[in-house]
């Protein structure tokens, strides 16, 4: 479970954190520049902040444009996780392994619009494939279905590499569509306003686990 805090009072960010982070593997930080996407968030100033207690796993979600200069800086600074989107890179190989070098885990993300093939050439570089199962920007928007079969593909990618990669799904994750999630390969959920709406969020986070984990493909 990785719980996304884009949809949580930002003004109140370490306090949000901690709200989940005791019951989450990590904490989904959706780093937006208004470029890439339509939204603007937060940058490598803040996630240093957040990164200053070493118990939090960052899981840093980084849509933003020129992402080979600036993905680098945030494995650097001590994300245990850090997704680049492969719409915006120049040098995904190269990323990977920049990413890995500084001691993260390399995450590749797609938009829905776009297909897994580079992703399955990338082969054993990347640790954990993102399917966009909304597209990026907002919070609080409807699951795609149609996504499903891809996270389905997504699956039998990871499962062909030799290392342990992740299939993460993020958009319109929640008690209503985490199943199907699982069923289809997932084994990364990302939840923002499905947690953050609720009224104890760190008790929806178990809730949506133990869904998963029941459905688990
Ligand atoms: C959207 C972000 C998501 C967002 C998900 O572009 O990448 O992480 O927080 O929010 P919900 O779970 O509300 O769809
Ligand atoms: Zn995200």
Same mark, same amino acid.
């Given at each position: 479970m %990785?719980?996304?805090? @884009?949809?949580?009072? !930002? ?8 709200r989940?982070?005791?019951? %989450? ?14 939204? @603007? ?12 207690? $070493?118990?939090?796993? %960052?899981?840093?979600? !980084?849509?933003? /444009? ?27 190989? &190269? @990323?990977?392994?920049? !990413? ?11 938009? $829905? ?6 992703? /399955?050439?990338?082969? /054993? @570089? ?22 499903l $079969? ?17 299939? &993460? ?23 923002? %306003? ?6 104890? $969020?760190?008790?929806?986070? &178990?809730t949506l ?6 459905? &688990?493909?």
């Amino acid at each position: 479970m %990785s719980p996304s805090v @884009l949809n949580a009072n !930002l003004s109140r960010l370490a306090e949000e954190v901690a709200r989940i982070a005791p019951v %989450s593997d990590m904490v989904h930080l959706d780093v937006m520049d208004n470029h890439f996407v339509p939204n @603007l968030t937060f940058g490598l100033p803040v996630i240093e902040g957040i990164l200053q207690d $070493p118990a939090i796993r %960052s899981d840093c979600h !980084l849509m933003i /444009d020129d992402p080979d200069r600036w993905a680098p800086e945030y494995a650097r600074a001590g994300a245990y996780s850090v997704t680049f989107h492969l719409e915006a890179a120049r040098e995904p190989a &190269q @990323l990977c392994s920049a !990413l890995r070098n500084e001691g993260a885990r390399a995450g590749v993300a797609v938009k $829905p619009g776009t297909g897994l093939d580079e992703i /399955d050439r990338l082969g /054993d @570089l990347v640790d954990m494939i993102l399917i966009m199962t909304v597209e990026p920007g907002f919070g609080g928007q409807s699951f795609m279905t149609d996504m499903l $079969p891809k996270v389905q593909r997504a699956r039998e990618i990871a499962g062909r590499a030799e290392g342990d990669v992740w299939v &993460q799904v993020d958009g319109g994750v929640g008690p209503q569509t985490i199943e199907q999630c699982a069923e289809a390969g997932a084994n990364v959920f990302v939840a923002g %306003s499905a947690v953050f709406k609720a009224d104890d $969020p760190a008790a929806m986070v &178990q809730t949506l686990r133990s869904l998963a984990e029941q459905s &688990q493909a």
